[in-house]
C-alpha cells in the first residue's frame, strides 16, 4: 500500500470547489465503469453537467477496447456527462481540451508537469499515468459526450501486463477530491469557449510525440516516420521515412514514440 494520505473522494468539496454550481456531483465507493454509468443516468433522463466519481471500478473501460485497471483508493476515476446542443460537432476539440485540462490540473494540484502522447494519454517520466474515453451517444431526442478520465495517482504497483508502460503521479501534494474538481472547471471551461481552439497551442507544447520518431500500424502495416505537426483540430501528421505524409485523424491507432 502507498504512504499517501488522501481520504476518500469527498462530494461536498468538490462541489464547494466548483464555481459552477450547476454541476450535480456523484460520488460512489464502487462502480462497474464511471462512463457506463454516465450513460445509464443520461439514458434515465438525467440533468447535466453531471459529475460521476467511483473510488474503484470493477470494469473501467479504456480506449479501443481496452480496459482500465481501477483499483480502489489509489486513482481518481471519473466522467463528465455533458449535453451536446446541435449534435456531436466537435468531439474531438473536446478530448484534446480534457487532455489540457488534465495537464492543467495535475501541474495546479499536484504540482507535477505532464505531457500528452497523442492523442489523449497523459504521461510522465514515459509511463502512462492518465488516459480518456470521451463517447457519444443520443437517445433520440437528447445528444451527449460522457468524457471519462482516469488518474492513477498513489500506486506505482501495476499488473504484470501494465508494469512497463503505466506509472503514477505519486505527488504528495493534492487530493483526488481536488483533482476532481480542479479537471471538471478546467475542462467546463474549455468546453464554453469553444470553437475557440487556442488551448492546443497547450496541447502542442505538452505534447511528447512532436519532433519524435514514431510508429504506428494501419490495415496491418507497421509506418516509421517523424511526428511534424498537430492541427486545432487533432489530426497528427507524420513525415514518413520516403518523405511522404500521412495525416492521422483518430485515436483509433496505437501510436509509439521511439525513445
Ligand atoms: C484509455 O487509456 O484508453 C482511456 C482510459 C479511460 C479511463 C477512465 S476511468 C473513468 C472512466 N470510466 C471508464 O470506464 N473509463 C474512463
Redesign the pocket.
Known amino acids: 500500500m502507498h504512504n499517501f494520505k488522501d481520504n476518500s473522494i469527498d462530494c461536498g468539496s468538490i462541489s464547494k470547489r466548483l464555481s459552477s454550481a450547476s454541476v450535480d456531483v456523484r460520488v460512489f465507493s464502487e462502480l462497474d ?4 454509468e454516465a450513460k445509464r443516468r443520461a439514458l434515465d433522463g438525467a440533468d447535466t453537467p453531471l459529475l460521476i466519481i467511483a473510488e474503484k ?1 470493477s ?6 477496447g ?1 480496459s ?1 485497471y ?1 483499483p480502489r483508493g489509489t486513482g481518481l ?3 463528465l456527462l455533458l449535453d451536446m446542443a446541435g449534435g456531436f460537432a466537435d468531439t474531438v476539440g473536446i478530448t484534446s481540451a480534457a487532455a489540457v485540462a488534465t495537464v492543467r490540473a495535475i501541474r495546479k494540484v499536484c504540482n507535477v508537469e505532464t505531457g500528452i502522447k497523442w492523442v489523449n ?1 497523459i504521461y510522465l517520466k514515459n509511463k ?1 499515468i492518465a ?3 470521451a463517447e457519444s451517444f443520443s437517445d433520440g431526442d437528447r445528444f451527449f459526450l460522457v468524457i ?3 488518474v492513477n495517482m498513489y500506486t506505482d504497483e501495476f499488473p504484470e501486463e501494465l508494469r512497463d508502460i503505466a506509472g503514477a503521479i505519486m505527488s504528495k501534494k493534492g487530493s483526488r477530491s481536488e483533482l476532481a474538481a480542479v479537471i471538471c472547471e478546467e475542462l467546463i471551461a474549455l468546453i464554453r469557449g469553444l470553437p475557440n481552439k487556442d488551448f492546443m497551442r497547450e496541447y502542442r507544447e505538452s505534447s511528447i510525440v512532436l519532433d519524435k520518431k514514431v510508429t504506428f500500424t494501419q490495415n496491418g502495416k507497421v509506418f516509421f516516420g517523424t511526428a511534424e505537426r498537430i492541427s486545432d483540430d487533432g489530426a497528427l501528421t507524420v513525415v514518413l521515412e520516403d518523405q511522404s505524409i500521412y495525416v492521422l485523424k483518430s485515436g483509433e491507432i496505437s501510436l509509439r514514440v521511439q525513445q
Not at 33 to 36: A, C, D, G, L, Q
Open positions: 465503469s464511471t462512463n457506463t471500478q470494469a473501467g473501460r479504456g480506449r479501443m481496452r482500465f481501477s476515476y471519473m466522467s494519454d502512462k488516459g480518456i474515453l471519462g478520465i482516469g
